[in-house]
């Protein structure tokens, strides 16, 4: 039996979109890590909020966060908004375990750890300990 120019078609798009979501489900699922025993993916979201010292807030200082995770080695640079209603926070898409918040020379404006960008920063911090906010009381630790 011969079938209709249509029906080839529908079978030809059905066969495609069916191979597209296994492709997709494939690789959403060899993107995924696991972090402390829980599956995180590497699209994920993640809003920390930053309550920023007196000592911070002086000589009109910016903010940065890095991230890494300890497991891939994968890191990123994230500028923290300073002029959220909500606070200073800072959200960043991926897959990472650790931020080090870092208060930034505003003349140079660039987010890194050298001597003449960075001023202070944190401690290497574990997401999962957050709890969606940290709190930086005094000046933490000095940029070497």
Same mark, same amino acid.
């Given at each position: 039996? &011969?079938?209709?120019? &249509? ?71 994230? &500028? ?34 050298? &001597? ?29």
């Amino acid at each position: 039996m &011969k079938k209709s120019i &249509k029906t080839r078609i529908i079978s030809i798009a059905t066969a495609a979109l069916m191979t597209l979501s296994v492709a997709t489900a494939t690789m959403a699922s060899a993107s995924a890590a696991t972090v402390d025993g829980t599956s995180v993916s590497a699209y994920q979201s993640t809003t920390i909020k930053l309550n920023i010292s007196k000592e911070w807030s002086t000589h009109n200082a910016l903010y940065g966060a890095y991230f890494f995770n300890e497991n891939t080695g994968d890191s990123a640079w994230a &500028k923290v908004d300073c002029r959220g209603y909500m606070g200073d926070s800072v959200t960043i898409n991926g897959d990472y375990t650790h931020v080090i918040f870092v208060r930034i020379n505003p003349e140079t404006g660039k987010l890194s750890f050298d &001597k003449g960008n960075a001023w202070n920063k944190t401690a290497d911090l574990r997401i999962s300990d957050l709890n969606g906010s940290y709190t930086i009381n005094g000046w933490e630790l000095e940029v070497e």
